[in-house]
């Protein structure tokens, strides 16, 4: 554990040397195997997705003695593989709903927010180009998971129907409940278009099973004053009134009664009470639900 501290200490994201991400990858397995029965998605040369490890674990349940009878997995490893590869255009750069935590039977999920109208043409383009009009990423027995009124459908509609319908029905084989979003803009926008989306301003309300939390948390951008400030977060309070910064704190209130925290004060607080008072709410959701339902949290900046 100390050497992988060590080594993600001093490696940058933009810096990979083939041998250490080896060396990484199968020292993480050996931890993963000393508790966890799991299996793995390969994704050597990034076909699965280019943002992700070339090894995806997917932990199944806890092995060790004391909780090896408590629960066992309900997924077979194909039908995910088969599931990710179908759906992981809805999100954006491929970054699709993956488990990366198990807790009592729970799987705790990482991805980036929803693909917008544009990212998703581009990629079907260029796939269909590449495969000789032969690509079928969404198989045919792809049907939209909400259902309209053809007479008011486009194609608009029906891409986002089937590509979101696939990503739905991967968070439901994963039994995911709430979908935390921690996207300070309800969509993002770049050189005036929308480039990213969030399940909680889904048109059609194609989420609508699922419990939304909108947990605004500063992007990637604003960690650079707090490097600036020699990593010193006491007193880096995020600026709410910058013009893209459009999506309120909405959770249920069954989830913040029993805090004891002022939740109306969320954008006073600083860097340090903002992640300790949402990670008592994250923590307060996964300890109460007595359902074994999952949580996805999908991210404007991906960390998981």
Not at 269 to 277: A, E, G, K
Request: hydrophobic content about 35%.
């Amino acid at each position: 554990m100390q050497f992988l501290i060590n080594v993600t200490a001093i490696l940058t994201e933009t810096k990979r040397d083939g041998n250490k991400v080896e060396t990484i990858e199968k020292r993480c397995l050996e931890l993963f195997g000393r508790d966890y029965k799991y299996s793995v998605i390969h994704n050597t040369n990034g076909e699965v997705c280019g943002h992700y490890p070339q090894q995806i674990v997917f932990l199944e349940y806890e092995s060790t003695e004391l909780h090896k009878d408590r629960f066992e997995s309900t997924v077979q490893i194909t039908k995910l593989q088969d599931l990710v590869n179908r759906s992981k255009m809805a999100r954006c750069r491929g970054r699709f709903v993956c488990p990366v935590i198990l807790y009592n039977g729970k799987h705790i999920c990482r991805s980036s927010t929803l693909a917008g109208w544009g990212e998703l043409y581009g990629r079907t383009g260029y796939n269909y180009i590449f495969s000789g009009g032969t690509d079928d990423t969404w198989g045919a027995e792809s049907e939209p998971e909400v259902p309209e009124d053809d007479s008011v459908r486009n194609g608009d509609s029906q891409l986002f129907d089937k590509v979101r319908g696939l990503d739905i029905k991967l968070l439901r084989y994963l039994s995911v409940h709430y979908i935390c979003d921690l996207m300070v803009e309800n969509k993002k926008v770049k050189f005036g278009l929308n480039v990213t989306s969030s399940e909680k301003v889904d048109k059609a309300q194609r989420y609508a099973d699922f419990t939304l939390l909108s947990v605004p948390y500063p992007g990637c951008e604003f960690f650079k004053d707090y490097k600036d400030r020699d990593y010193t977060a006491e007193g880096l309070v995020f600026n709410w009134n910058q013009d893209f910064v459009d999506a309120p704190l909405t959770i249920p209130a069954c989830f913040t009664k029993n805090l004891n925290i002022n939740w109306s004060e969320y954008q006073s607080w600083d860097l340090v009470h903002q992640t300790q008072n949402y990670l008592k709410l994250l923590l307060h959701i996964i300890n109460s639900d007595g359902h074994n339902h999952h949580s996805c949290v999908p991210m404007a900046c991906c960390v998981s």
